[in-house]
């Protein structure tokens, strides 16, 4: 999974506790993404990183928070989890090729997932 | 916005004959597409990507995918599949304005039978 992991990998948890979910990066790649997954819905974005101290909300940010402090964490964290955030994440990253102007040809590169549970 | 249609849920195909899953976009720009296939409790891993060039990509695995900018079309296909082919397959797309992340349909099973 090209040097990317994600912890923990199973969480079980009541609504309305706060969660933390980490991805841990060794490649060095400038960008970083957070998506859910669920039945029906394919891969939706929750938020993205463009650099260390950089993000952005994606499709799906309400009731998520994100915060990057150096090149390879990335963190998402549920304020207070609900029942309709259980689901399946998960962390990818992409990078840009030398030259510039070409982060559109990057392919991400996706880490195993964390299957959250909120009851 | 640009946004990525996949028709089928699910796709079955018999041993050995060849497989096409389906895959439509809508994108400001010229398009930058990928196909992603998933197995059962895995990450998702990459299989190939059209940027320019030729409209026929050849990527990992034996799959390929046929763009076609008239029908805003990106179609995988394999001339034989395998047993081993079984699994979830998505399309995604991003456009050319800026670094934007990609865009993924919702995905289709695919399934070989032996």
């Known amino acids: 999974d090209a040097g990317i992991t994600q912890s923990p990998r199973h969480k079980v948890t009541e609504t309305g506790t706060p969660v933390t979910l980490r991805c841990h990066q060794t490649?060095?790649?400038?960008?970083m993404y957070w998506y859910r997954q669920d039945p029906g819905h394919g891969l939706r974005l929750i938020h993205y990183?463009?650099?260390?101290?950089?993000?952005d909300k994606g499709e799906v940010s309400d009731g998520y928070s994100v915060s990057r402090s150096k090149t390879e964490d990335f963190l998402l964290t549920l304020e207070s989890a609900t029942s309709s955030q259980t689901s399946v994440y998960f962390c990818?990253?992409?990078?840009?090729?030398?030259?510039?102007?070409?982060?559109?040809?990057?392919?991400?590169?996706f880490g195993p997932g964390t299957r959250l549970t909120v009851l | 916005a640009q946004s990525v249609a996949q028709p089928e849920d699910q796709v079955n195909v018999a041993e050995g004959n060849p497989l096409t899953v389906k895959c439509t976009y809508s994108?400001?720009?010229?398009?930058?597409l990928f196909w992603y296939v998933q197995y059962p409790n895995r990450g998702l891993q990459f299989l190939l990507k059209?940027?320019?060039?030729?409209?026929l990509v050849k990527g990992s695995y034996g799959f390929e995918a046929e763009f076609n900018k008239s029908q805003t079309s990106f179609h995988l296909k394999k001339p034989s599949a395998l047993v081993s082919d079984s699994a979830l397959y998505f399309c995604?797309?991003?456009?050319?304005?800026?670094?934007?992340?990609?865009?993924f349909g919702k995905g289709t099973r695919l399934s070989v039978i032996a």
């Open positions: 990818a990253i992409s990078d840009a090729r030398p030259g510039g102007g070409v982060e559109a040809y990057n392919e991400q590169f």
């Open positions: 490649e060095n790649h400038r960008y």
């Open positions: 990183s463009y650099g260390v101290k950089d993000t």
């Open positions: 994108v400001s720009g010229n398009p930058y």
């Open positions: 059209y940027i320019t060039g030729d409209n």
């Open positions: 995604a797309v991003r456009g050319s304005a800026g670094n934007t992340p990609l865009v």
